[in-house]
Every structure is written in structure tokens, then in C-alpha cells.
């Protein structure tokens, strides 16, 4: 559908189909994408965009193009379109498959019945969807078919290319007798290869056009094209001859569009990306008719229905891995990009141990210095040490600890670890996060460090994470443990080494750990508290320790056994405080 002036074509006429030519014998194709109209009401979704509005399309047409059920719909099996005249003005329909049917090579067939009328100009035709050479002629349209209400029962197959177009009287194209086109069901399709575009109805051949191998001026039919169906009134091809003036309504039906290609798309997999052990998950990719579909996952996980089928149902075992499936037909074969499937653990008991190493004595961290910064790793008695030199801390220096799936942390959001820093140089700046599957931290509640104790010696830190107040941050959802040092725009240029051991996540607050409480009760008093405070226990008090809000230790006491005990704060700042009973368990001090 083109602005028309004039209908200057180079063309074959074909007065009778015992003339032409039969299609040729096809090789093997699939049927790539369909629609049947199975569904009544409106056209399907997933394959059926609209194009609208009026303003007369480029060629003076009277129609405005509408979404509304009075001019397209969808009943037993069949889709319509109307033209509506309501008032003196003219609505239509104009379906196109844009991003939901785009393809490159093929056979692309319309079984329909075209409608009647003079000033009707319905069309089954084809339109770049990338525009890769520029816009109308320059890349390209292909009209399947064209028919105009006064010139009954002659249909027309053309191209527009850059070279080949109306406005410079280089069109190419081809007409058929169709007398019945209007009372009866017709198939019209092309063929389309590297080389050659053949133009149909009912397997009769009456049009080809070919590759000259030159430019894209002359074939730009080398990129991915989408189908249009539509009824136009008047406009300059249309309407040359008039509208007849009793006409109010123009009825297209369409039976079936059907492509086939000789290549298979490629399936994409559509399902649930994070999953928990024992969950019940959905994978599947687009149908394909006469396909069998070959599924592939890790051990462990159990197929409930739907095997071979495009659709398939799975109970999810222990570990993360790939979900895959190859596609086969009569024809062809061809696999989908697999997709990762992440398993949620939860952490069992109270605390979950980071260690340095695997049973392999594999380092299970990883160093990524960035460019112009160097940083070793090595491992020694569940020491995990670094040794640095950086000079671009632009750079952000870090080293990460990936877990096996993701952790669920929403009862162990405590990080807990003890550092040591080279004495004389120590890092500028150190920075601990918890990154989610998303590759997000919680950034209202970073745990920086950026004062070290001097003497070389371990201390002790600890830090509770929170999930973000608006949903950003997955705590239940954590892939790695990521540690800065020397970073940003705070960071400092600088070489030393730093020390991590007894790293762990464990619950916060007693708040994850009802069985510690309700067997192990204990007690801090008073609280808020500005001069004393008693920590009371069911079990001896070996250690207890006290860390500012920043992560910070601030304090540490060992109590001979003793099951209460008594400390001084009266020289605390004012603030939030955590005290850690035991390296196991804490709870929150406010000092006034």
C-alpha cells in the first residue's frame, strides 16, 4: 500500500490460471507461525498489533484505523475485518504482526475472501520491520496482494524497492484474474529466498522477482519483514475511479495466515529464574506444530508433566544449573539459549560459616584488583589474607565470595569477622556488602570501615545487613559476599595487606534464633541505659563484646564463667550499640 499517482507496473497480465505456472516443489519447511482464529473475540494478542489513526496514510485515504470490535474481530474460526461508514466517515482495521511475527525468508500465506465495493482497496502485504536502509521505497515492500473495488476480481502482486518504485515508473509487479475473489476463499502467498520472490494464489505462480545481486537499492529483501492486513477506502488508487455512494460497509475474512521457513526460530524459554528445593516450576517456549521437544536439567530435578511437549511442568531439586530444550521437526533441529536457574538455601542452624577454602583446599574467593592495581590472595589456616598495591582506586578494588545458588540471610543478616591490617599500612578504606541476585546492596545501610586498629593485631567486627525499605534489595535472595578496600573516590593510592578469619552470617538480635531464647534465655539491663549495664545468662559467659552501629568494636570482656556481669558506660557516646554474647548471639543497647 503506496501512494499511487498513477498504476504504471511492468506487468504479466494472466488471463486464466491454466496459463500459469504450478509451485514449484518446496524444500522442506516447518511451519514457523500461524494464526487459525481459533479464539472468538478480539485478535489474538500475542500475534496481532493494530496501526492507527487517518490522515490518509501517504495516499489520500478516507479510513480511520481503529482497535474497536466493529471493525476487527475474531468468530468461529474466522477473522474479519470492516470498513464502517458512520456518519459520513470511514473506519477500518489495520492489523500488523510487528515484534510478534518478523521474518526473513520464508512462505508466508493468507487464505481469505476479499471484500466488494467500489472504492475499496483491501491488501495482505509486507513492510521492513528494522528499516536497515532508510525509509519507504529505499527498504522495501512487498505486497502479497492488492485488489481495488472497481477493477473486480484482478489482484496484484508488487515490490517497491529504491530503484524499483511507482514515483519513478520502475514499479514491478504482476497482476491474476481471480473472478470469485470476492464471493469465495482464496490463497494468497509468496515464497521468498535469497534469491527470488514468487507471488501466488492457490499454488498458482503468476509473479516472480529477482535478486540481481547488485545493491540494496535494487533488494533490500535481505532483512526481517512483518505481514499487514488492512481494508483502505479511496485514496489515490482506491478512489481513482470513485466511491460509490451507496456503499456503507466493506467485509474482509480471513481464514488462516500461515509461514513456514526453512530455517527454525530459535525457542526462547520463558520460567521462573530463582527457585527454592521442592518448588514446582513451569518452563516453556513458543509451539511449534509438529515439533518434539527435547528438555534438559540438572540432576535432581523431577519432570511432572508435559515432557516432549512445548510446555513443561518440573519439581526443582537442590542445585542451580540450566534449563535447556532442543526443538526438532521433520526438518530441522535447534536449541534454545539455556537459561540458569538459581536455588534459594536457607542456612542451617544459627550461623553459616564462610571459609577460605573448599574440602579441596580450592581458594573460594576471588581477587579483582581492576586495571593498574595488583592484589594477591592466599589462604592458611582459615586465613584468608591480601596483599595489595593500588594505584587507581577509580578502579574499586574488591574481592568476592560466591555462593553455591543464593542464600536466603533473612534470619543470618549478621555479618560477623575479625580483621587484621598491616600495621604501618593499612587500607584507606574498607567497604563489606552482601549482593543480592540482582547484583544490588542495600545502600541506605552500607558497613564501611575507614578507622583500623594499629597494633596488628585481630579485632572483631560485626554488622547487621537490612532488606531495603523499598523492595530493591533481596535479602532472601543474596548471590555473594563482596569486600572493598582502597575505593572510590575516597580511596587512597597505596600497597599492604589485610587479614579475614572467622568470617560468618548468623542471626541478629536473637531475633532468628526462638530456639536460643526459649532454651538460653538471656538479658540485658537496663536498656536504655547511662551509667551501668548487666548482662544476666542461662549459660557461663565467656565473652562479651560490644560493637558500635558502624560495625566497630568498642569494647571486649571475658568473664571468669560467670553467669552475670556487670559493665560501665557512662563513657560510651550516646548511640545504638550491639552486644555479642559469646561470638553467637546479640542484642541491641541504647545509651542515653
Known amino acids: 500500500m503506496v501512494i499511487r499517482l498513477s498504476f504504471v507496473i511492468l506487468i504479466a497480465i494472466v488471463l486464466g490460471y491454466g496459463y500459469s505456472v504450478k509451485a514449484q516443489e518446496s524444500p522442506c519447511q516447518d511451519l514457523i507461525w500461524a494464526d487459525e482464529f481459533e479464539a472468538d473475540g478480539a485478535p ?76 475499496t482497496w483491501p491488501a495482505i502485504w509486507m513492510l521492513p520491520t528494522d528499516w536497515s536502509y532508510g525509509g519507504w521505497p529505499a527498504s522495501g515492500e512487498i505486497d502479497i496482494m492488492e485488489h481495488v473495488g472497481y477493477d473486480p476480481g484482478v489482484v496484484h502482486g508488487t515490490i517497491h524497492t529504491e530503484a524499483y518504485n511507482h514515483s519513478i515508473g520502475t514499479q514491478k509487479g504482476a497482476s491474476i484474474d481471480v473472478k470469485d475473489a470476492m464471493a469465495n476463499f482464496h490463497v494468497y502467498a509468496i515464497e521468498w529466498d535469497e534469491d527470488l520472490i ?26 526481517r519483514f512483518h505481514l499487514l492486513l488492512n481494508i483502505a477506502v479511496g485514496g489515490n488508487w482506491g478512489g481513482a475511479e470513485g466511491i460509490d455512494p451507496g456503499l456503507t460497509e466493506a467485509l474482509m475474512e480471513v481464514d488462516y495466515v500461515r509461514v513456514y521457513g526453512k530455517q527454525l526460530p530459535t525457542p526462547v524459554i520463558q520460567g521462573k529464574a530463582v527457585l527454592r528445593p521442592g518448588d514446582e516450576a513451569t518452563f516453556s517456549v513458543g509451539e511449534l506444530s509438529g515439533a518434539v521437544y527435547d528438555w534438559s536439567w540438572p540432576d535432581g530435578v523431577e519432570p511432572i508433566q508435559g515432557e516432549g511437549t512445548h510446555e513443561v511442568k518440573v519439581r526443582w531439586g537442590d542445585h542451580s544449573g540450566e534449563v535447556g530444550v532442543e526443538l526438532r521437526t ?29 574440602e579441596a583446599n580450592q581458594l573460594l574467593w576471588e581477587a579483582l584488583a581492576g586495571t593498574g592495581n595488583t592484589l594477591n590472595l592466599t589462604a592458611e589456616d582459615d ?56 547484583g544490588q546492596v542495600n545502600a541506605a545501610g552500607l558497613f564501611k570501615l575507614d578507622v583500623f586498629e594499629s597494633d596488628g593485631e585481630f579485632h572483631s567486627y560485626l554488622h547487621v545487613f537490612e532488606p531495603g525499605v523499598d523492595h530493591s534489595f533481596l535479602l532472601d535472595q543474596i548471590a555473594q559476599i563482596r569486600v572493598y578496600f582502597n575505593y572510590g573516590i575516597f580511596g587512597k593510592k597505596g600497597s599492604g595487606q589485610f587479614q579475614l578469619k572467622n568470617l560468618r552470617l548468623q542471626a541478629a538480635n536473637s531475633t532468628a534464633a526462638p530456639e536460643w531464647k526459649e532454651q538460653q534465655a538471656w538479658k540485658i539491663y537496663p536498656n536504655p541505659a547511662n551509667d551501668w549495664v548487666i548482662v544476666d545468662s542461662e549459660e557461663d559467659i565467656q565473652k562479651i563484646e560490644v560493637f558500635s552501629s558502624a560495625g566497630v568494636r568498642v569494647k571486649t570482656f571475658q568473664p571468669a564463667s560467670a553467669r552475670s556481669f556487670q559493665f560501665q558506660v557512662n563513657d560510651f557516646t550516646a548511640g545504638v550499640y550491639l552486644i555479642s554474647l559469646n561470638q553467637r548471639f546479640t542484642k541491641v543497647l541504647s545509651v542515653q
Open 44 to 119: 489474538d494478542a500475542q500475534k496481532w498489533d493494530y496501526d492507527l489513526g487517518g490522515g490518509g496514510w501517504g495516499n489520500n485515504e478516507l479510513q480511520t484505523y481503529t482497535n474497536k470490535r466493529t471493525n476487527s474481530w475474531v468468530k468461529d474460526g474466522r477473522l474479519y475485518l470492516k470498513a464502517l461508514k458512520t456518519d459520513g466517515n470511514w473506519t477500518s482495521a489495520r492489523l500488523v504482526t510487528r515484534g510478534k511475527g518478523d521474518w526473513l525468508y520464508g512462505r508466508i500465506e493468507v487464505r481469505a475472501k476479499l471484500p466488494m465495493g467500489k472504492g
Open 198 to 223: 514468487r507471488w501466488y494464489v492457490d499454488d498458482v505462480l503468476y509473479f516472480s522477482f529477482n535478486n540481481e545481486h547488485r545493491t540494496y537499492k535494487e533488494w533490500p529483501f535481505d532483512q
Open 330 to 358: 521433520s526438518c530441522n533441529a535447534v536449541k534454545a539459549s539455556p537459561v540458569w536457574v538459581s536455588v534459594i538455601h536457607q542456612p542451617e542452624g544459627n550461623q553459616l560459616e564462610i571459609t577460605p577454602v573448599d
Open 383 to 438: 586465613v584468608l589474607r591480601g596483599v595489595f598495591e593500588v594505584n587507581a582506586p577509580s578502579e574499586n578494588p574488591h574481592v568476592d565470595y560466591l555462593f553455591e545458588g543464593l542464600m536466603d540471610l533473612t534470619a543470618h543478616a549478621e555479618l560477623a569477622f575479625d580483621l587484621q591490617v598491616d600495621a604501618d599500612n593499612p587500607p584507606s578504606n574498607m567497604r563489606f556488602d552482601l549482593v543480592d541476585v540482582n
